[in-house]
Each structure stands twice: as structure tokens, then as C-alpha cells.
């Protein structure tokens, strides 16, 4: 009986239920984050999901950062420019992006309230058209840490800030301004959402409503390295074996000197790097064994893994990478790969065969290590580390933790911005914020918490 109940169109088991009821729906969702157009990052997996049951605006927004004059910060202008004057561009029926035109890295008054009135006018035209009548509720949430301009500013039911990085140590960024803003960003959202312990950490003392959700991985993605028998990209096919692979873009935290030594002292391996190039990698230039084979697409990542006798993680060892959730780290292991990897406070948290090295002295013996092995790897009990951690169940958490936010949502939310004022003017007072208190064990005993807050579980 159950069972031909389970085949009539539209029945839904139990756990089926549960996870629709758990979604966001019926929303416009305004996502501000970096280009839609670059490799999939967390921001990417989480609104694509989103968007199966609301409509998504992302916005492309490249303000937080003033472009220098190499020849990448120039190119990188120029594309933005050239979308700029195309408007609403739809990626799918329901989800669209939008290039605003912005003034990069504005730290005048007059030029922040010129900005500010720019974004939002432009951000208030797309919503329109997408959200005629106003017939579906509006939510805001934000990876960058420097719009606090825009909570209030269209009538939204709540204001999420997202937070994957921490933007003051990056290259390029005005590390007071960029400080500044994200205080004032703190001030007006209803819940920050981190992505690792340390930007955990260094939040939950600034605001009452503070969580720490992982990132996640398309695991059937990811696992069909091992499940399918995947015939070798093309570009593979000449270059000898065995082959340790890195897969991203490879910019400033890539520490391309410990490559490079790592490469020098084991020639007769080869070394695959896949992604754009934003730094300079001369020291890679003259090496027989190093292959940089650019950008590829996400779909052809699982046969490039399948390839490889180890995923690499090659962060620099600094500030910036202490605060690091490695999206590579759990794709490497959904596709059965063991990996060798600068040491990671996030990526030590992973079960799985991940050898941490800091030298290139221990990174080739960790590359010889993994060859020794290799007989007896069983690349299906590697990837099931990581199983868990599927993107969809992240969202469905999250969700969850957004829709509490938005029911317990600051008061100033309430009306909408009419005009838009320097940020200083418009910031909600802190005494206005009736934020929902969460509990968990995670938190109860600790008495130095300005709020109580909320963690994912631990795996």
C-alpha cells in the first residue's frame, strides 16, 4: 500500500516533507557577492540551490576593492564595464545577475554617498522587474562585508551577511575602510553566518546572532571520479605519470615558491595546476614538470581528479590563511583523492588521508608517501569522510537558521529607506535590535559571550 502510494504523482515520503518545509521559498533573494561568472565558491552552491524555489538576484559587486593599474586589474575593468550596460542578464528562469556601476573603493563622503545612491537605485530597478507588485517578500544577503548602505534600503524582511573571509588581509583592500564598514554591517543584520572557526570567533562578540556553518561539497559531483570509469581529459594524455593536481585560482595566497622547490626536488613527477592565473608565477616558468593548463570547466573537474594521484592544497602560510574554509579540501575527498597540504587550522578538522606539510622537503616526501600507498588507497572509503557534508543539507540548515532570523527581524526593518544618507546616519542603534537568543550546549557555559549564539554541529 505504502509503496504504490509512494509512485502517485505529487506524494512525498516523510523526509521529503520535512526538507521542503525546511527551504526558503517564495522569496526574492538579493545575493551581493563577486562575479557569478567565476569558478563556483561557496556563494555560488548555496544561491544556486536557492534559487529552485525563490527568485535570485545576484548582484556582481566590485566596489570593495580600487583596481591598481597591472594589466589583470585593467582586463578585469573592462569586462565589468562591458557588462554594466547590459542590465538584468537571466542565468536561468529564475535567477538573474546584475553589474551595477559602483566607485570602487570610495572613501570620500561625497563619493560614498554618490556610490551608495548608485548601487541602490540600480539594485531597486532589477528588483522591480523581477518582483512586480511586490508580491513576494524580499531578503538581502551579503558576502561582502562592506554594504551596510543597503540593509533598510529595499524594504527587505531581513539582512544576512554571509561571511567566508576575512577582507582585511586580503591584497588590494583598504583594511580600515573595509574594518569600518563590516562594524557598521554587524550593527544592522539580523544574523552573520561564518564559515570557519576563527571568523566565528572573531564575531560572536560583536552581535547577538552569530553561527558557524561549514562549507559543503557536491559530493555525487565530485564522487563520479571514482564511481565512473572517466576517460582522461585530453590535455592529460601527453604529460607523464604519476601526477599531483591543484585545482583553483591560483592568486596571492598560492604559495607558488613552495611549488616551485617541491617541483625542483622531484622531477620525474609532474605537477598540474587548473585554474586562472591572478599572480605572478615566474618561479613555475622554467620547470619541465610543472603544467599550468588555465581554467577548466566545473563539469570536467571529477575527470581531471580521477587523474591524479593526490589533490594539493598549496596555501601561503599567513594571517590570511588561518581564516581559510577550503572549498578544494572536500572536493578532493569526495573524489577519492588523498591530499598533501599546507598546514590549515580548518583543514585539520577533516578525517581522511591528508598529510600536512610546510617545507618543500616534507612535501615531497608526502608526495612519496602517497605513492607508496597508493596500492591499497580505496578512494570509495576516502570520499565517504565527507559524505555529509552535501551542499543541500547545508542550505536546508541554513535556511532554517535565516527564516528564525527573519521572524525576529530589527524593527528598522520594518520601513523602508526612502533616501539614501551617509551610512553614519542611517545605522540602527543598537538598542533598537531584538534579536532571537539560541541555545545550544555548544554555548551554554560560556559566560564571556555578549550573546548566545549558535554552531553547526561538529562533524
Same mark, same amino acid.
Given at each position: ?61 566590485? /566596489? ?56 541602490? /537605485? ?45 577582507? =582585511? ?9 573595509? #574594518? ?17 572557526? !576563527? ?24 564522487? #563520479? ?53 591572478? =599572480? ?22 571529477? #575527470? ?30 569526495? /573524489? ?10 580548518? /583543514? ?31 578512494? #570509495? ?57 539560541? !541555545? ?13 549564539? !549558535? !554552531?553547526?554541529?561538529?562533524?
Amino acid at each position: 500500500m505504502i509503496r504504490r502510494l509512494r509512485e502517485r504523482k505529487g506524494f512525498d515520503s516523510p523526509r521529503r516533507l520535512l526538507a521542503r518545509t525546511a527551504m526558503i521559498e517564495g522569496r526574492l533573494i538579493v545575493c551581493i557577492g563577486s562575479s557569478w561568472d567565476y569558478d563556483p565558491t561557496s556563494k555560488h552552491h548555496v544561491m544556486k540551490r536557492l534559487a529552485r524555489r525563490n527568485t535570485v538576484l545576484w548582484v556582481n559587486y566590485h /566596489a570593495s576593492r580600487k583596481p591598481g593599474r597591472t594589466r589583470g586589474d585593467l582586463g578585469h575593468a573592462l569586462r565589468v564595464l562591458r557588462k554594466v550596460g547590459r542590465g538584468l542578464i537571466p542565468v536561468s528562469p529564475t535567477l538573474h545577475q546584475l553589474t551595477p556601476l559602483v566607485i570602487p573603493g570610495a572613501s570620500r563622503p561625497s563619493l560614498s554617498r554618490l556610490h551608495e545612491r548608485l548601487v541602490i /537605485a540600480q539594485i531597486r530597478r532589477a528588483v522591480a522587474r523581477l518582483n512586480p507588485a511586490r508580491r513576494k517578500p524580499i531578503q538581502v544577503w551579503t558576502f561582502a562585508p562592506d554594504v551596510p548602505f543597503l540593509a533598510g534600503a529595499l524594504d527587505e524582511e531581513c539582512f544576512i551577511y554571509y561571511c567566508v573571509d576575512e577582507f =582585511t588581509l586580503f591584497d588590494g583592500f583598504d583594511a580600515r575602510r573595509i #574594518a569600518d564598514l563590516e562594524r557598521r554591517q554587524l550593527a544592522r543584520a539580523d544574523l552573520v553566518i561564518t564559515s570557519a572557526e !576563527t571568523l566565528y570567533e572573531n564575531r560572536r562578540t560583536r552581535h547577538p546572532n552569530v553561527v558557524l556553518v561549514r562549507h559543503g561539497v557536491e559530493f555525487d559531483h565530485f564522487a #563520479a571520479a571514482w564511481r565512473k570509469r572517466l576517460p582522461p581529459p585530453q590535455d592529460l594524455a601527453e604529460i607523464p605519470r604519476p601526477l599531483f593536481g591543484y585545482v583553483g585560482l591560483i592568486h596571492h595566497w598560492v604559495d607558488v615558491e613552495l611549488l616551485a622547490e617541491t617541483a625542483r626536488k622531484r622531477p620525474y613527477y609532474s605537477f598540474v595546476l587548473i585554474g586562472d592565473v591572478r =599572480t605572478d608565477v615566474t618561479p613555475l616558468r622554467d620547470l619541465d614538470n610543472v603544467f599550468l593548463l588555465g581554467r577548466r570547466p566545473y563539469a570536467d573537474l571529477p #575527470a581531471y581528479c580521477s587523474a591524479f594521484a593526490a589533490g594539493l592544497m598549496l596555501f601561503r602560510q599567513n594571517e590570511l590563511s588561518r581564516h581559510v574554509n577550503p572549498i578544494k579540501m572536500a572536493e578532493y575527498l569526495a /573524489a577519492g583523492l588523498p591530499v598533501i597540504s599546507t598546514p590549515l587550522p580548518e /583543514a585539520a578538522r577533516f578525517p581522511g588521508p591528508i598529510r600536512f606539510a610546510a617545507s618543500p622537503r616534507a612535501f615531497a616526501r608526502a608526495c612519496d608517501a602517497v605513492l607508496t600507498a597508493r596500492e591499497t588507497l580505496d578512494r #570509495a572509503a576516502i570520499a565517504r569522510c565527507v559524505a555529509d557534508q552535501d551542499w543541500n543539507a547545508k542550505v536546508e540548515h541554513i535556511s532554517q537558521l535565516v527564516q528564525s532570523a527573519a521572524r525576529n527581524a530589527s524593527p528598522v526593518r520594518s520601513k523602508p529607506v526612502r533616501e539614501v544618507l551617509p551610512i553614519r546616519e542611517h545605522m540602527a542603534p543598537a538598542s533598537r535590535r531584538r534579536p532571537e537568543a539560541i !541555545t545550544d550546549e555548544h554555548d551554554r557555559d560560556r559566560p564571556d559571550k555578549a550573546a548566545t549564539v !549558535t !554552531t553547526e554541529p561538529r562533524p
